[in-house]
């Protein structure tokens, strides 16, 4: 980390009542690729909920599969506390701009509509701009990613309400320019097919509309219709339901729908971070948490505090100021509650991944997270830098412990610490390593290492593991045999593998494990 980025973390960091400012992450741990979780166990682990891509399936502890219980691209679960139904959080692919319309709030829909007339003069535009020369020979780019994204939100809306002129813009061809290169002036090579193209794709194009769905369950199996929690362009994710099974707190994208297209262009990212909101599974209830979320929410025993990390409004990047934040939910009125005070516990640069940071809970309202202590002032070169490590902290309103190291051997820990699943008693945590399949177990009372499986060749593990109880644990690994594809197995110390992919068909062994 550069000295001055140093001073300024320093600076922002002593504005900020926290217990301990030199827990930081290494900005190279920061960004690396998601371990997944696709398979989330009952609380009795009589069955599972897993990921089918697509779809939700369940499957008993021997692997076998139901089919599909849930349509669409599934983004996280959570399971009731009595194992009676699971949130789930996904995304549902609809055809046209009405059927999405049908599904939306209408505040939602409204302001899709009135944005998706300016998509055809945003395409003229940008049309117009991938035709512009710059100085240095090249051709302008649109300067943000959000701009298109925001663009394809509407995309949909615009082909079904406003084709005509849509299909006019994207087809649209700018006179050629001569343009100056090194090699000397010459004009622009004619234009290719790509607009048409395009065009041609838009026909077929899909919109997600996503949803949080309540589904019941009886003896493993569904158990009645399920029932819509909330539906948004939005996206939702990593759903998790208070130990008391009344609330479900989870995860919503930025709000682009009210911005317009001149936004990107002169301010940038719209919004860091996500927006977390707590619902209610019995009667309607919504309460707005935190913006700039950037970790799964994490509910302390109490049912009604909630853990997340937050990223300071102006930083944006891997390197961006994080705060570990809790707050509680206190009473606003009769039968009402609001999220109260937020409380700093920790300040830092936390490892993340695609997801964000993550968080663990642990008995007796501690939390576990992965972060690296530094000593600042800190030199720009040294031959014995700071390791990863799993740190333990007290997230009790009263505490003031400082955060515990989890006390492992040097170098006994990968370095991107972001892949990890807690036993459900709390004492041991499972470590999975992104750029291999090699799996650990840590107990967190002596800091042991266990070997669970070794690295096998040319593999990248997809799948995070998952406890079924305190001594079964799934993870994805591979037989030692002539196979050369990951699967899904069950381990216990002292115990052979148990493989759950007997009943599989060969496409569920292709898509089930995220295999590299």
């Not at 849509?166 to 790509?194: F, I, N, T, Y």
């Not at 041609?200 to 194009?205: E, G, P």
């Not at 644990?473 to 197995?489: E, S």
Request: with cysteine; aromatic share 4%.
């Amino acid at each position: 980390m550069p000295l001055t980025h140093q001073k300024t973390m320093l600076r922002r960091t002593a504005r900020r009542p926290c217990r301990c400012a030199a827990l930081v992450c290494l900005a190279v741990l920061a960004g690396c690729e998601d371990v997944e979780q696709r398979v989330w166990w009952a609380p009795d682990g009589s069955v599972a909920a897993v990921d089918g891509r697509p779809g939700l399936r369940l499957m008993q502890p021997d692997g076998t599969l139901t089919e599909p219980i849930l349509d669409g691209t599934v983004a996280g679960v959570s399971w009731l506390p009595d194992g009676s139904g699971l949130v789930v959080a996904r995304a549902i692919s609809v055809a046209t701009w009405d059927e999405a319309k049908a599904l939306l709030p209408a505040e939602e829909s409204q302001a899709i509509e009135a944005a998706a007339s300016m998509v055809p003069a945003l395409v003229r535009t940008l049309r117009a701009l991938d035709h512009l020369p710059t100085a240095d020979g090249g051709f302008f780019r649109c300067p943000t990613d959000e701009v298109k994204d925001w663009a394809m939100l509407h995309a949909v809306c615009a082909r079904d309400r406003h084709g005509a002129e849509l299909q006019a813009a994207m087809l649209s061809q700018p006179a050629p320019q001569a343009v100056d290169r090194k090699a000397g002036a010459r004009d622009r090579e004619p234009a290719d097919e790509g607009p048409a193209e395009a065009w041609r794709d838009l026909q077929d194009s899909k919109m997600p509309v996503w949803e949080l769905t309540f589904v019941p369950l009886a003896d493993g199996a569904a158990a009645g219709p399920v029932r819509s929690l909330l539906r948004s362009v939005r996206p939702v994710s990593c759903p998790a339901v208070a130990p008391r099974g009344a609330r479900v707190a989870v995860r919503l994208g930025a709000d682009v729908t009210a911005l317009e297209p001149h936004y990107f262009f002169s301010r940038g990212t719209p919004r860091a971070g996500y927006t977390l909101v707590v619902l209610g599974l019995e009667r309607e209830q919504r309460i707005e948490v935190s913006e700039r979320v950037c970790s799964n929410p994490v509910w302390l025993a109490d049912g009604m505090s909630l853990a997340f990390v937050t990223v300071a409004p102006e930083a944006t990047g891997p390197q961006a100021l994080k705060t570990l934040e809790t707050t509680a939910l206190v009473a606003d009125g009769p039968g009402a509650v609001k999220a109260g005070d937020r409380v700093p516990l920790l300040v830092g640069l936390f490892t993340g991944g695609d997801d964000g940071v993550r968080l663990a809970a642990l008995p007796a309202d501690r939390l576990l997270l992965a972060a690296v202590e530094m000593a600042l002032p800190l030199r720009p070169v040294d031959t014995s830098p700071p390791r990863a490590r799993l740190y333990t902290i007290d997230a009790t309103a009263t505490s003031k412990a400082p955060p515990v190291a989890v006390n492992t051997a040097a170098d006994a820990l990968p370095q991107n610490l972001g892949g990890f699943a807690v036993s459900p008693d709390g004492t041991r945590v499972a470590v999975v390593e992104r750029d291999s399949d090699a799996v650990a177990v840590v107990d967190l009372a002596t800091g042991r290492v266990e070997p669970v499986a070794a690295a096998t060749k040319n593999a990248k593990c997809g799948t995070l593991p998952a406890w079924r109880n305190d001594r079964e644990l799934l993870i994805q690994t591979r037989r030692k045999t002539v196979d050369t594809r990951d699967t899904w197995a069950i381990w216990q110390r002292g115990e052979p593998l148990r493989w759950l992919d007997a009943t599989w068909r060969d496409v569920e062994k292709e898509t089930l494990p995220d295999v590299e």
